[in-house]
């Protein structure tokens, strides 16, 4: 059973269990459950890796997804996501910008240094939360959505996510510790904005959430 935040005849705020895809695995997606659970047709307007739980939007008819999906396309869905680094930052707050690469054949995206054919900026802003041992809880918005983009940035700087084997992180207790908090964003000159919180399970537990740590 999926946890639904909101549910109205254009669209559904939910919460992606970690492990499920979100869409076109053709298996048990978020596409095809919430299409079941729902009784109704489920349109995606955007990705989370599957290994990543949290906030997440679906369409429920065709007009809805294209306009919820020009609000993603012109960077008015403003997205925070939680994230268990591995390491401390310097700075407690802060911006990173890259230009990264997307190996298709590897699923696997690279900082590279210059612009060049299937190269893209991205960008993000942190901020530090807490500190547990040799372990950040950190707070990030996104302003672009490249591929793998949190897990890249912060691997490159020498502070990749726990649990991420992929890019460094590897912890067999947990898989990435990546968790989409929030989303706000209009729909039909509404504003809207949906948040969740991640399983009190490592790494989330070394640390004390509650719902004021993220205001």
């Known amino acids: ?21 979100s869409q076109n695995d053709g298996a048990e997606d978020m596409v095809k459950l919430l299409g079941k659970q729902l009784g109704c047709r489920i349109f995606p307007v955007h990705r989370l890796d599957t290994a990543v739980g949290g906030t997440m939007i679906f369409a429920k008819n065709s007009k809805s997804a294209s306009l919820l999906s020009k609000e993603i396309t012109d960077g008015n869905f403003i997205k925070e996501y939680l ?9 407690e707050s802060g911006t990173m910008e890259d230009l990264l690469f997307k190996d298709s054949r590897k699923n696997k995206s690279f900082v590279v240094k210059r612009e060049r ?47 991420d084997g992929k890019y460094g992180g590897s912890d067999n207790r947990c898989s990435v510790a990546l968790w989409s908090y929030s989303i706000a964003f209009e729909f039909n000159n509404e504003h809207f904005s949906f948040s969740s919180m991640p399983e009190k399970a490592f790494p989330w537990d070394e ?6 740590t993220f205001t």
């Open 1 to 21: 059973m999926i946890t639904v935040l909101f549910d109205s005849k254009d669209f559904v705020a939910c919460v992606k269990p970690v492990g499920v895809p």
């Open 117 to 163: 054919k299937g190269v893209k900026k991205a960008k993000l802003d942190y901020s530090v939360l807490g500190t547990s041992g040799n372990i950040s809880l950190v707070k990030i918005r996104l302003h672009t959505g490249r591929s793998h983009q949190i897990r890249v940035q912060f691997s490159s700087r020498k502070m990749p996510l726990v649990g």
């Open 83 to 91: 994230a268990v680094i591995n390491g401390v930052p310097e700075a």
């Open 207 to 212: 640390f004390n959430i509650t719902d004021n």
